[in-house]
């Protein structure tokens, strides 16, 4: 039988405020990890803030705006191995950048191009899951796999309080448990699903209650800050590796931008609450820790912002560089085997489009 | 060869199938301890262990779900619907993911799972374990379907849908799975995907049919024999169709009924009838008829023969094209 542990509750904390609040520290980090966390929140800060400047310029469509939600990405990618499988969501369309994806890949799913198709094996992270919370049960068999391989390899499966209400969360998370599979549950609550707020999504005092339901131990950090996301993730990475199955993290933010470039909150949203958060934001908090902590310098910011927009840069130029999408790829990649209808579909396609 | 009744077939490929490559695994509700509510996955758990057979939670959506994530770890997951309408909420796991994601990963990833479900009526069992939902599934793009109609195909289609390098969905005819016996080659079986089969010549009228509806045909064949000669061709595989062995059969008689089981409106009958329409029109001599269930809840048990395609509807669909 799983052991049923209380949830914490609450939030995790490393950071401080630079002033009645003091900075705290992880174990293990050297200097060098401290910088290298930074590099990956910045990175997708900049993909992010691009891309909604390339929203407005028409140069990619509809994009779902992730601005300060880095922290919870960046954090607990860190605290994962190479061969640990990430499951994202919509909101995490860029995080294969911290596994070495182009961006112009990432760029190009957004334009609606094939070139933004990837191979899951590539980086060992799963295509975006559009629909709320449905990759939870892909994760779940994912780790489950590799358990029964006898690999070492975790997943982890990022999803927002919203999907907390899905039937598929659920039975990813209870097979994931029964399984012992060596799972994270990233739950990203930015206590907004588009305009319906966590209150409207559940009576449970905090998401990570729900864990208790599944027999999963559950941390709750404060999610605009990279440590405590790090420190928990590593935590759970742990536990998974050591056999001992799936644990519920929720990190807390609050969303401080829309849900996506289609969307106006103002009909819904405080607008002085969102203003308070934007202060709060995840990057200049971080950057805050490490300057009082003399790590960081004008001069490394710096280099370490360019060269994220040197990366965005050459993303976009090579996204809009490709060549547009032939009508032949309506036909492949669906089925390793097409019938002889796709054959005489295409021709026929051809034929009228003159092509 | 070896005489086994439907459901034996199917545990006999499985027996096979799990021999011969480590990467397959059978996954489902009681599919383990209990060897399956029809037993067709008896055994496998003592001989391959509980790893390899695994009793899952009871979370069809769950089933096919977490088979997708162990595609994606190397495995070859066959996933057992316990009943037809059992399956409704792993369809949305079929639509959204299983027919989608090599797509998705441009080809370059592959979701090789069978998901496998007894379906049908004529059982006398309670709501809902009755359904004929082939259509859903035909229509869902990146899936393959197929149905058997003997111990044989059960056995071959089942082995071909576990090799195939895409997603196949099997239905079972559950009423046939311990009434019908037949010859089975012993070891390994594999009927291709996308081949028809003829079940009889005939030169007046050709029957269309899958699944449990094909003996029903033969039935009415018999039924027919003094006023008229039937072909009978069983579909086998609904997608990808053998639309030659369709066409061919059409032509041969000029006379076409097509029997399914399941409710009419855009039925599987209703595609082979438009693409009779598209492509045969010129061998027909009248209209292409169907013999279906009616666009109704799947009846009560007591009434469920008159929900039923009958050799009598069937004899009086043949008798209206013969006259017409």
């Not at chain 1, 990233?186 to 905090?206: H, K, L, M, Y």
């Not at chain 2, 111990?151 to 997603?167: E, N, Q, V």
Request: proline share 6%; net charge negative; hydrophobic share 40%.
């Amino acid at each position: 039988m799983a052991q049923v542990l209380p949830a914490e509750r609450d939030l995790r904390r490393v950071i401080g405020d630079g002033d009645s609040v003091p900075d705290g520290e992880v174990d293990g980090l050297t200097d060098h990890d401290l910088v290298e966390l930074y590099r990956g929140l910045v990175l997708l800060r900049t993909y992010d803030e691009r891309s909604v400047v390339y929203h407005r310029q028409g140069r990619i469509g509809t994009y779902a705006i992730y601005w300060n939600h880095e922290a919870m990405q960046a954090g607990s990618v860190y605290a994962l191995e190479d061969g640990d499988w990430i499951f994202p969501s919509y909101r995490e369309s860029a995080i294969g950048l911290l596994r070495g994806m182009p961006a112009s890949t990432v760029l190009s799913w957004w334009r609606g191009h094939p070139a933004g198709w990837w191979n899951p094996a590539d980086y060992n992270v799963a295509s975006i899951c559009v629909p709320i919370g449905t990759h939870v049960p892909h994760a779940a068999g994912l780790a489950w796999g590799k358990r029964l391989r006898g690999e070492k390899a975790c997943a982890i499966a990022y999803f927002g309080d919203g999907a907390t209400s899905e039937g598929s969360f659920h039975e990813g998370a209870n097979f994931a448990a029964v399984m012992r599979a060596p799972l994270v549950l990233f739950c990203n609550n930015n206590g907004w699903a588009i305009s319906t707020p966590v209150e409207a999504q559940s009576r449970a005092d905090t998401l990570a209650d729900k864990a208790v339901g599944y027999g999963m131990p559950a941390a709750r950090v404060d999610g605009l800050d990279i440590l405590a996301v790090y420190e928990a993730t590593r935590e759970a990475v742990a536990r998974a590796r050591a056999g001992e199955g799936p644990t519920f993290i929720e990190a807390v933010s609050y969303r401080a931008a829309p849900h996506a470039t289609a969307d106006d909150p103002k009909a819904y949203i405080d607008l002085e609450r969102v203003e308070e958060e934007r202060k709060r934001e995840c990057v200049a908090r971080y950057e805050g820790y490490l300057r009082r902590a003399g790590i960081l310098t004008d001069e490394m910011a710096e280099s370490i912002r360019a060269e994220a927009e040197q990366a965005m840069r050459d993303g976009i130029a090579a996204a809009e560089a490709e060549p547009p999408a032939d009508p032949g790829l309506l036909f492949e990649h669906a089925l390793v085997d097409p019938p002889a209808s796709f054959d005489a579909d295409l021709a026929e396609l051809r034929r009228v489009l003159g092509g | 060869m070896a005489e086994l009744t439907l459901v034996e077939a199917i545990n006999d490929c499985f027996h096979v199938e799990l021999g011969r490559d480590e990467n397959v695994m059978v996954m489902g509700e009681d599919v383990g301890r209990a060897g399956g509510v029809f037993r067709a996955t008896a055994g496998l758990r003592d001989k391959f262990g509980a790893d390899r057979c695994v009793d899952t939670p009871l979370a069809e959506a769950g089933i096919i779900g977490s088979a997708v994530g162990l595609c994606m770890a190397g495995f070859r997951p066959v996933c057992e619907m316990q009943y037809d309408a059992f399956s409704y909420p792993a369809l949305d796991q079929l639509i959204t993911h299983v027919g989608r994601y090599r797509w998705r990963t441009g080809g370059r990833m592959g979701f090789p799972l069978t998901v496998r479900m007894p379906y049908g009526g004529g059982v006398r069992a309670p709501e809902l374990h009755d359904d004929s939902p082939e259509a859903y599934y035909v229509h869902t793009p990146g899936v393959k379907v197929a149905i058997p109609s003997t111990p044989s195909d059960a056995k071959g289609l089942l082995a071909a849908a576990i090799r195939d390098p895409d997603p196949v969905v099997i239905f079972e005819p559950k009423l046939h799975y311990r009434t019908m016996r037949g010859e089975v080659p012993e070891g390994e079986h594999v009927v291709p995907l996308g081949q028809g089969r003829t079940v009889r010549e005939g030169d007046d009228v050709t029957l269309v049919a899958y699944g449990s509806m094909v003996p029903l045909a033969e039935q009415a064949a018999d039924a027919l024999a003094d006023r008229a000669s039937a072909e009978i061709l069983d579909i086998r595989t609904l997608k990808p169709l053998d639309e030659d062995a369709l066409l061919a059969a059409a032509a041969k008689t000029g006379r076409v009924v097509i029997i399914q089981e399941a409710p009419r409106t855009a039925g599987y009958g209703a595609e082979l009838a438009a693409i009779l329409a598209e492509k045969a029109m010129l061998d027909l001599r009248g209209p292409v008829l169907r013999v279906t269930g009616y666009d109704v809840p799947y009846p009560y048990w007591q009434i469920e023969d008159a929900y039923m395609p009958s050799v009598e509807r069937v004899v009086d669909a043949v008798e209206k094209l013969l006259e017409y």
